[in-house]
């Protein structure tokens, strides 16, 4: 069975400073990895999503990696500002071929601070 | 487009009682699934379906019912409410499910048992 794990679960930081949220999973055999973005009392917002077959993506401040084989992930934010206050969210969506489906696995999320 | 949108905002159930969470999208999205998230488990899928007639369970679907009538629509049931059923449910949809979709969520349902 899969699992999705997040550290830190917390993380305050300054404004202007560069930052690194970690995702971690124990099958290796997926499809793809999405990074979301969840606002206090709000929904899912999709930020990243990386293939399999790919090694990172990126859209504007925020950069995400993924390394398969060692079953980890990163989402790198640049410059960060107090509208990146939210808790961001790692899923993993199984190989078709192993029976994952289109089934996501998530992990309990980072909940980012960052201060002026 | 409205998107992915979900009523009510906010519940209050007893025990027992049964109630419908409503889950509607605009995009002519094919898969549909409903999440639960509580604190400290992430979000756990309930049940999910691939197209109009087509539902399926996910990893924790005791308790609950779904249906598949239309392409927009894709209610979640509660047939008698537990307390260990409060939490915020989540509905999302995407255009297929080869995998490269993003999934669009909608904002949420608080529902608290009592």
């Known amino acids: 069975k899969q699992e999705v794990t997040q550290i830190p679960a917390a993380l305050s930081v300054p404004e202007g400073e560069n930052l690194v949220l970690n995702c971690s999973f124990t099958d290796s055999a997926i499809y793809n990895l999405q990074w979301f973005r969840q606002d206090p009392g709000k929904g899912l917002t999709s930020l990243l999503l990386?293939?399999?077959?790919?090694r990172e993506q990126t859209s504007g401040r925020l950069n995400a990696s993924l390394d398969k084989s060692s079953g980890r992930s990163t989402l790198y934010i640049a410059a960060s500002q107090p509208g990146d206050s939210a808790t961001y969210l790692c899923a993993v969506r199984g190989d078709v071929l192993t029976g994952g489906g289109n089934k996501l696995t998530f992990g309990t999320g980072t909940q980012l601070k960052v201060e002026l | 487009n409205a998107g992915v949108t979900q009523t009510p905002k906010f519940q209050v159930l007893k025990t027992g009682q049964s109630m419908t969470l409503q889950c509607a999208q605009d995009m002519n999205h094919e898969y549909m699934s409903w999440y639960r998230q509580d604190p400290g488990m992430g979000l756990r899928l309930i049940h999910y379906?691939?197209?109009?007639?087509?539902?399926d369970q996910g990893e924790v679907p005791n308790g609950y019912n779904v249906s598949r009538s239309t392409t927009e629509d894709f209610p979640l049931r509660l047939l008698s409410a537990a307390p260990s059923q409060t939490s915020v449910y989540f509905c999302a949809s995407s255009y297929g499910q080869t995998g490269k979709e993003t999934q669009y969520f909608g904002p949420g349902t608080r529902l608290l048992v009592l």
């Open positions: 379906s691939v197209g109009a007639g087509i539902t």
């Open positions: 990386i293939q399999s077959s790919q």
